[in-house]
């Protein structure tokens, strides 16, 4: 029985039909090893977005990826107490080249893990990569309990890191694993249906992927030039939120201190509200564009009279 099993498999492959069905098994598999048929939970939700919340976590995560953008960042929020760096490892291949931060709520703070998945940083970009890695992160538990303005000031980081050429520039291009599994299906179904299926198919993902691209690339280019704009504020915010942290952490301070204390909460307070706007903007809508960096211009003359 087995011999006569082996004899049929021997000439089945020898024959160009027998070919064919192989060359179809070995596509599959490839289709869904790439598509991520055994990534877990994180892994999967950012092959097709910027956010990964662990059950139990608050977050709007549908603002939060209108606030990443098509940036090439992405940001996992794990449960307190998580495996950060086991975080980071799970999504390596579902996020290669770009920037990870993975953030857990730990009391009024966050534990924060990042890892800049970078082309090459293991040799010639090992230092961008630590860099980047230590940049993301910084201002984050400005915000303990209010996970989106920490995203928007993530934001601030990464553009602040393009910037100064350590990321490099561009959006991120996402492959989306649906038309993968498409093309597993197709290709088996081609050795009963004909090649016509899995053209058809292909012809079909690719429209779908390219409109993606296309309305991504569009959205980019505004909202690029604001972040910008906004780019050398957010540099100003760092610094004074620095002074700020170090002055809580007298015993006593200073009438001057004070003052600066209340007028850099007011000043954070309205930052805030700038980057809601800046998340929500049109970026096809020049005027609003101009009053934002206008908006950005007084808020920066603000924190240059707050540091004194």
């Known amino acids: 029985m087995k011999q006569s099993v082996r ?7 020898g024959t160009p039909f027998g070919l064919a069905v192989l060359a179809c098994l070995v596509l599959a598999g490839w289709a869904l090893w790439t598509g991520g048929v055994l990534d877990g939970p994180a892994a999967r939700q950012v092959r097709t977005s910027s956010v990964y919340a662990a059950p139990g976590v608050d977050l709007d995560r549908a603002a939060a990826e209108r606030i990443i953008g098509n940036r090439r960042l992405v940001v996992l929020l794990l449960e307190p107490g998580a495996d950060l760096r086991e975080g980071c490892r799970q999504v390596t291949r579902a996020v290669d080249g770009n920037v990870v931060l993975v953030l857990s709520r730990d009391g009024d703070d966050y534990d924060t893990y990042g890892c800049a998945l970078l082309p090459g940083r293991d040799d010639e970009n090992f230092g961008k990569s630590a860099v980047a890695e230590s940049i993301i992160r910084r201002g984050v538990d400005t915000f303990p309990d209010r996970p989106l303005e920490a ?3 993530v934001t601030v980081n990464y553009d602040l890191l393009v910037k100064a050429g350590t990321v490099p520039d561009g959006t991120r291009t996402i492959s989306p694993s649906l038309p993968r599994f498409l093309l597993a299906v197709a290709a088996l179904a081609a050795v009963v249906v004909g090649a016509a299926t899995l053209y058809i198919g292909g012809r079909r993902a690719g429209r779908l992927a390219n409109a993606r691209r296309r309305r991504r690339d569009e959205n980019a280019d505004g909202r690029s030039a604001l972040s910008a704009a906004a780019a050398v504020l957010a540099q100003q915010i760092i610094d004074l939120d620095k002074r700020y942290a170090a002055n809580r ?3 006593r301070v200073s009438d001057v201190e004070r003052d600066f204390g209340r007028r850099y909460v007011a000043l954070t307070s309205d930052y805030a509200e700038l980057l809601d706007r800046i998340a929500t903007v049109d970026a096809d809508d020049d005027a609003a564009v101009r009053r934002l960096v206008e908006h950005v211009d ?7 009279q707050v540091s004194g």
Request: cysteine-free; glycine content about 0%; proline content about 0%.
């Open 151 to 153: 995203l928007k000031v």
């Open 298 to 304: 007084a808020l920066s003359r603000r924190a240059a």
């Open 7 to 13: 004899r049929w498999l021997a000439a089945l492959v």
């Open 249 to 251: 952490r007298q015993a």
